[in-house]
């Protein structure tokens, strides 16, 4: 087990809606980086947290959004949930941000949109 | 052009066999890569970090070609329990990701 914990585990929403997901960092763990994964895909890239601020993001519109806390544990926010929204959700901690740091994923938050 | 690419597969081998697939990538600047194991709806989990050349542990060899930017995963004498997806991602601070290669060992 990697330590990082997400939840919920699932969901069910409709278009329109409004959806939170939290994830928990490992211990010691100072970055949050957060991906979408469509059946059949690789991960893709939503954004990082480093130390409570946005450190880089990837091609999702600004409907996407998110926050770090404090204590590094961290929430996606998506709004005006559309279909193509459907996907895993998966978030990845790591000791720091930069390269050569191991990001270790959680066990994922499956969202489906109908 | 994809910032990573890998051969999607699906490799059917026997138990005990060697099975080999490649990732290629675009940055030629990128230096840190990653081989990572994902079962069927779970989460990806970290197999190998590769820096330099290449990495080796146990069954699994990585292997860096930088100047054709292409990195391979090599497990030899496979078990029916490496059955999985293989996913490559190279790490430019945020990781990409490639489709995955997905191997099945059959009895």
């Known amino acids: 087990e990697t330590g990082v914990t997400q939840s919920p585990t699932h969901l069910i929403k409709t278009r329109g809606q409004q959806v939170t997901l939290r994830c928990s960092s490992q211990s010691g763990h100072n970055t949050v980086s957060w991906y979408q994964q469509a059946l059949g895909q690789g991960p893709q890239f939503i954004f990082q947290y480093y130390r409570e601020e946005e450190n880089g993001r990837g091609n999702f519109p600004p409907r996407f959004s998110g926050l770090q806390f404090p204590n590094y544990s961290s929430e996606l926010n998506v709004n005006a949930l559309e279909l193509d929204d459907s996907a895993l959700y998966l978030c990845?901690?790591?000791?720091?941000?930069?390269?050569?740091?191991?990001?270790?994923f959680g066990p994922g938050t499956r969202l489906t949109v109908l | 052009r994809k910032e990573v690419e890998q051969d999607p597969g699906p490799f059917n081998v026997p138990e005990g066999a060697t099975v080999a697939f490649n990732c290629t990538y675009s940055n030629s600047a990128s230096q840190s890569f990653f081989w990572y194991r994902q079962d069927c709806r779970k989460e990806p989990k970290l197999l190998m970090s590769v820096y330099s050349s290449g990495n080796e542990d146990g069954r699994f060899t990585a292997q860096l070609n930088r100047a054709s930017q292409y990195i391979s995963l090599l497990i030899r004498d496979s078990k029916l329990s490496d059955s999985a997806t293989y996913l490559c991602a190279v790490d430019d601070y945020k990781l990409s990701f490639g489709a995955g290669t997905t191997v099945t060992v059959r009895a």
């Open positions: 990845a901690s790591s000791l720091d941000a930069g390269g050569k740091n191991e990001q270790f």
